[in-house]
């Protein structure tokens, strides 16, 4: 048997991997000099057990379970984020802290409620609580990934709809990974997005994250007291269904335009947190592109597609491949 895995990055390389090891001849193509260079190395690097997703129980559950299996396959490229503190504000949350309380401990989620001295330093918050999370090492999973299938993978090897037919003939069955970029095969859009690095002047700064709806986060990074930035509202720059209007405006991005976004950021994190422009200062910015289903709930859940021998894979959690692998475990038997 021959599998043709489209799109270097976690989840085509975990699947590449684990059939290299049942010895099945598999081929890796990525369109980029590297791995991990499109989503999936650009993200909050968070694993986490579905906190975010209050309002959609698929997404979260699929988070929990593969919170821990990521941890079984990577633990080692994973770091503890030691106060991991998530806040539902009293203002502009969806949710009361309460009900969001009462989802999490109905479902034995573990986490420890705070005292209010534990966020005396935020302003208009109606509650938060602790939960364990870890932050990923994306460096390093690329470098191993890069060593285990050196002798699969075939770099800057984009493939266009218009050429699946002919690859279609040559391998038994194909893996599109591309979240979108190669098929499209149901309701979707794409969303450019903007995350900036900020530095902390404080170690061990602890990760926030206010929950749930149109708010923010600041998340660490494997790098030491460098952290993400993160707005529902001005994270996203351009949604469109049409990927070329999005590489189009991706293409016009200035820095002056992306100062202005970091600006309103943190406008709205100074809401909560006065004391913002004191602790960090602006380090870069990260560009990307998500594919993400459309729904008022925020699914994020894993979804698969297949279409003759070709099977199309969606996720917007880096941590639920392991649906994917068992989907394609079971099809190949």
Same mark, same amino acid.
């Given at each position: 048997?021959?599998?043709?895995?489209?799109g270097g990055?976690?989840?085509?390389?975990h699947?590449?991997?684990?059939?290299?090891?049942?010895?099945?001849e598999?081929?890796?193509?990525?369109k980029?000099?590297e791995?991990?260079?499109e989503?999936?190395?650009?993200?909050?690097y968070?694993?986490?057990q579905?906190?975010?997703?209050?309002?959609?129980?698929?997404?979260r559950?699929?988070?929990?379970?593969?919170?821990?299996?990521?941890?079984?396959?990577?633990?080692?490229?994973?770091?503890?984020?030691s106060?991991?503190?998530?806040?539902?504000?009293?203002?502009?949350?969806?949710?009361d802290?309460?009900?969001y309380?009462?989802?999490?401990?109905?479902?034995?989620?573990?986490f420890?409620v705070?005292?209010?001295?534990n966020?005396?330093?935020?302003?208009?918050?109606?509650?938060g609580?602790? =939960?364990?999370?870890?932050?990923i090492?994306?460096?390093?999973?690329? /470098?191993m990934?890069? &060593?285990?299938?050196?002798?699969? #993978? *075939?770099?800057?090897?984009?493939?266009?709809?218009s050429?699946?037919?002919v690859?279609?003939?040559?391998y038994?069955?194909?893996?599109?990974?591309?979240?979108?970029?190669?098929?499209?095969?149901?309701?979707?859009?794409?969303?450019l997005?903007?995350?900036?690095?900020v530095?902390?002047?404080?170690?061990?700064?602890?990760?926030?994250?206010?929950v749930?709806?149109?708010?923010?986060s600041?998340?660490?990074?494997?790098?030491d007291?460098i952290?993400?930035?993160s707005s529902?509202?001005n994270?996203?720059?351009?949604?469109?269904?049409?990927?070329?209007e999005i590489l189009?405006y991706k293409?016009?991005?200035?820095?002056?335009?992306?100062?202005?976004?970091?600006?309103?950021?943190? =406008?709205?994190v100074?809401?909560?947190?006065?004391k913002y422009?004191? /602790?960090f200062?602006? &380090?870069?910015?990260q560009?990307? #592109? *998500?594919?993400k289903?459309?729904?008022?709930s925020?699914?994020?859940?894993?979804?698969?597609?297949?279409?003759?021998?070709v099977?199309s894979?969606?996720?917007?959690k880096?941590?639920t491949?392991y649906?994917a692998?068992?989907?394609?475990?079971?099809?190949?038997?």
């Amino acid at each position: 048997m021959k599998v043709l895995v489209i799109g270097g990055g976690m989840y085509g390389c975990h699947i590449a991997l684990s059939l290299k090891n049942k010895y099945i001849e598999v081929d890796l193509f990525e369109k980029n000099k590297e791995l991990f260079l499109e989503s999936s190395g650009k993200n909050q690097y968070r694993l986490h057990q579905g906190f975010h997703y209050a309002r959609n129980y698929i997404t979260r559950n699929q988070s929990k379970k593969g919170f821990d299996i990521f941890l079984n396959f990577y633990e080692e490229f994973t770091k503890r984020v030691s106060k991991n503190y998530y806040f539902v504000p009293k203002e502009n949350s969806l949710i009361d802290f309460g009900t969001y309380i009462s989802i999490f401990s109905n479902e034995k989620y573990d986490f420890e409620v705070l005292s209010k001295e534990n966020f005396s330093f935020l302003n208009e918050i109606e509650g938060g609580f602790l =939960v364990d999370e870890r932050v990923i090492d994306v460096d390093g999973l690329r /470098e191993m990934f890069s &060593e285990e299938l050196r002798d699969v #993978i *075939k770099y800057e090897s984009e493939v266009s709809p218009s050429e699946l037919g002919v690859l279609k003939s040559k391998y038994d069955y194909i893996i599109d990974c591309t979240w979108g970029r190669l098929l499209k095969p149901f309701e979707c859009k794409y969303e450019l997005t903007h995350l900036c690095y900020v530095k902390t002047k404080t170690k061990n700064h602890p990760a926030i994250t206010l929950v749930d709806g149109p708010l923010w986060s600041l998340y660490p990074t494997s790098k030491d007291n460098i952290y993400t930035l993160s707005s529902v509202v001005n994270t996203p720059l351009f949604k469109d269904e049409d990927l070329d209007e999005i590489l189009n405006y991706k293409s016009k991005l200035t820095e002056d335009y992306l100062l202005s976004n970091y600006d309103k950021m943190v =406008v709205e994190v100074e809401k909560n947190y006065k004391k913002y422009r004191n /602790e960090f200062s602006l &380090e870069g910015h990260q560009i990307s #592109i *998500k594919t993400k289903p459309i729904g008022n709930s925020d699914p994020r859940d894993c979804r698969i597609f297949k279409n003759d021998n070709v099977i199309s894979i969606f996720s917007g959690k880096i941590d639920t491949f392991y649906i994917a692998e068992d989907y394609i475990n079971k099809l190949l038997k």
